[in-house]
């Protein structure tokens, strides 16, 4: 049935229900039906099939509190495994193995033996001699004689003092360079304020001499004697090898900058350098008492600058040389240059390796193949008194390099 119009649509409602009403009944109930529809056909569907075990987490492995529905997925907290040790490489076959090896320090000592009128005392061997450190016996571990060359430094005092004093001292520096040989090398340094270079290393005597011709007036009288060796100390000790300071001057101080404690240091600190000192102006002091010219604290002064000449030598395993006479000169540099040129060289590991900084003591002792003292004895067989020059002792430290 067609419908034209509104007014036919009231035909097929009920008596007293305006087709209008009736339009907005009809939603109201499509409305309504809808959603319930929807419900039922999702009930319909086929829930989708439960997961597979494996993939929830077990129960042993769940940490924390536990659920209503089991434990919650939390992992556990464990500890890492520690890592695998790093493998050690493959040595290639054939190549050998090193193992770092650090020595004690070598002490190599200088010994001088000679008769007490200074003759060399010849063929002695390693084990005829016996050294102590601190009272404790040391295995000699190289031993041999050596001819080798002077390197040395003449420090020559040239102060406006005593003219004597100057005199002497420059007698003693000709002297000296006379006695050199070609091989020989030599430096002149003069002070009197302060140390001053006159000649650098050379093996030219007339190089010497002219150095030693430039001192002719003296310009100060003040006399700095510890500044000067502690200077020439340092100097020598940036050169290899053995040195020799040839210390010619009165011993004493009136203007340094260090004091005798700290130059006194100084000394004990080297290790490859010998000093020889020449005390001058002898005789001046002699007369000066005689007349009463030089009073008692003037002559104190003199005996303690003796006396710090002596421990120069004496610590290094030098000589100290006191002469009266200017005849004397010849006779004393000959002594030297047979020291410096005729020297036993001892060497031995210390029993104690700590390099501390601590003053180590020395003595050298001769001794017989039974243990106890050598004898010397000359061309008739009489026993000869001999004199062991050795230095005192030694600082164990580090070198500077």
Known sequence: MLYRNFDSIGAVFPSGIRPRTAVFA???????????????????????????????????????????????????????????????????????????????PLVT????????????????????????????????????????????????????????????????????????????????????????????????????????????????????????LYDTIDRLERIEGHKYIVLVGSGLDTFSKINFDKVLKKVKDTKDITIYT??????VRIMGEATGAIGPMANMSFLQADNEMRTFANLTGGRWFKPRFEAEYPEIFRAVAADIRNEYLVAYHPTNPKLDGTYRKLKVELIAPDGGPLKVKDEKGKDLKVNIIAREGYTAKHEVE
Do not use: C
Request: proline content about 12%.
């Open 278 to 283: 020449i005390s001058t102006g002898d005789v």
């Open 109 to 228: 000592v200088p010994v001088s033996v000679t008769t007490k009128d200074g003759q060399f005392v010849p063929n002695l061997k390693k084990d005829n001699f016996k050294i102590l450190e601190d009272g404790v016996p040391q295995q000699i571990t190289s031993f041999n004689l050596t001819q080798a060359p002077i390197t040395a430094v003449l420090l020559v005092e040239f102060a406006n003092t005593y003219y004597r004093f100057m005199y002497d001292a420059l007698n003693a520096s000709y002297t000296f360079v006379n006695s050199l040989k070609k091989d020989d090398w030599v430096a002149v340094i003069e002070f009197d304020m302060r140390p001053q270079i006159l000649q650098d290393f050379t093996q030219d005597k007339r190089q010497l001499y002219a150095a030693l011709n430039t001192m002719r007036v003296p310009g100060f009288s003040e006399i700095n004697t510890f500044d000067a």
């Open 26 to 104: 009809l939603v109201l109930v499509f409305a309504v039906l809808l959603p319930l529809v929807a419900l039922a056909q999702t009930q319909q569907q086929p829930s989708p099939p439960p997961a597979s075990s494996s993939q929830q987490p077990a129960p042993a492995e769940a940490g924390g509190p536990q659920g209503d529905t089991g434990p919650m997925a939390l992992p556990k907290k464990t500890e890492a495994p520690p890592p695998p040790p790093p493998s050690k490489p493959k040595v290639p076959e054939g190549m050998p193995t090193y193992t770092l090896k650090v020595d004690v």
